[in-house]
T-cell receptor, first 114, second 110 residues
Framework: KAGVTQTPRYLIKTRGQQVTLSCSPI?????VSWYQQTPGQGLQFLFEYFSETQRNKGNFPGRFSGRQFSNSRSEMNVSTLELGDSALYLC?????????????FGPGTRLTVL | GENVEQHPSTLSVQEGDSAVIKCTYS??????FPWYKQELGKGPQLIIDIRSNVGEKKDQRIAVTLNKTAKHFSLHITETQPEDSAVYFCAASPQGRLYFGRGTQLTVWP
């Protein structure tokens, strides 16, 4: 079974631009979560989507948004980029039908904001 | 919300020795506790997990213990090998969302 895939793997943007990151979950998984990883703040939860609906949301500004498609693929968008948005963005998928389901992470997208 | 603390932040051991990483959590509603290993340039990899109705779980050289009363859980790696070198994260989950500790950089010297 293929794992979680994320594209692109690396991105360089400038302040004020916007960016869209993509995640394809493990086949059959209906839940996709997004996390931001930085040296200063560690791993922080952004949001979770299940069956195209946002099920949970972390404490990030409205510039961070996401969506999920009918095939469970998910995208997250960051608008008006700031230097502090430079981070590794990780996507995790799980079956989603039980609260205990294991979450499997993709390799991440490394975003650099100049 | 949930607060997870992890110690130590760095750990160096000789090959063959044991390594122990400890975490505490604050939310008694947390009922799922996974551990992840992250190697350089890769995403976190789930290595073992434990649910709140279990006190201990073992998988070959890796074991995890959970004390619900004290709200702490630990990862034990025995017979460490150089390939165990990585950053290890604990996490607690009240309802699907993961709250992570700050990570432990484990270095195993040959």
């Amino acid at each position: 079974k293929a794992g979680v895939t994320q594209t692109p793997r690396y991105l360089i943007k400038t302040r004020g631009q916007q960016v869209t990151l993509s995640c394809s979950p493990i086949s059959g998984h209906r839940s996709v979560s997004w996390y931001q990883q930085t040296p200063g703040q560690g791993l922080q939860f952004l949001f979770e989507y299940f069956s195209e609906t946002q099920r949970n949301k972390g404490n990030f500004p409205g510039r961070f948004s996401g969506r999920q498609f009918s095939n469970s693929r998910s995208e997250m968008n960051v608008s008006t980029l700031e230097l502090g948005d430079s981070a590794l963005y990780l996507c995790a998928s799980r079956a989603g039908t039980e609260l205990y389901n294991e979450q499997f992470f993709g390799p991440g997208t490394r975003l650099t904001v100049l | 919300g949930e607060n997870v603390e992890q110690h130590p932040s760095t750990l160096s051991v000789q090959e063959g020795d044991s390594a122990v990483i400890k975490c505490t959590y604050s939310d008694s509603a947390s009922n799922y506790f996974p551990w992840y290993k992250q190697e350089l340039g890769k995403g976190p990899q789930l290595i073992i997990d434990i649910r709140s109705n279990v006190g201990e779980k073992k998988d070959q050289r890796i074991a995890v213990t959970l004390n619900k009363t004290a709200k702490h859980f630990s990862l034990h790696i025995t017979e460490t090998q150089p390939e165990d070198s990585a950053v290890y994260f604990c996490a607690a989950s009240p309802q699907g969302r993961l709250y992570f500790g700050r990570g432990t950089q484990l270095t195993v010297w040959p």
